[in-house]
């Protein structure tokens, strides 16, 4: 079993930056994709960002250029540093791992999920 703990979210003004942090236990952290996912209510969880053991990355169109996902194996901490943060980009984000080497844009392609952490973005 897999337990991971996000950290990092509040509130921030447009334009603004953020780092979430996203903690695992409980695994082999260094062969687990990982990846980012967020929600609006009364939408389904989109992919934010994703990354594979080795440090490959992907992003959502929406995201790309301005989010970066990392990882520290050292630490079993993925990153996810957000910047020129926008209203639109306000929601509880998810940190999710697979029991698999390669990351995936899958939602359901995700075994283990962390309680959220809740990211503000308004004036």
């Known amino acids: 079993q897999v337990q991971l703990v996000e950290s990092g979210g509040g509130l921030v003004q447009p334009g603004g930056s953020l780092r979430l942090s996203c903690t695992a236990s409980g695994s082999t952290f260094s062969r687990n994709a990982m990846g980012w996912y967020r929600q609006v209510p009364g939408k389904e969880r989109e992919l934010v960002a994703t990354?594979?053991?080795?440090?490959?990355?992907a992003y959502a169109d929406s995201t790309k250029g301005r989010f970066t996902i990392s990882r520290d194996s050292a630490k079993n901490t993925v990153y996810l540093q957000m910047n020129s943060l926008k209203p639109e980009d306000t929601a509880v984000y998810y940190c999710?791992?697979?029991?698999?080497?390669?990351?995936?844009?899958?939602?359901?392609?995700?075994?283990?999920w962390g309680q959220g952490t809740q990211v503000t973005v308004s004036s």
């Open positions: 999710a791992a697979r029991a698999a080497l390669l990351y995936s844009r899958g939602r359901d392609d995700y075994d283990y």
């Open positions: 990354i594979t053991s080795g440090g490959s990355t």
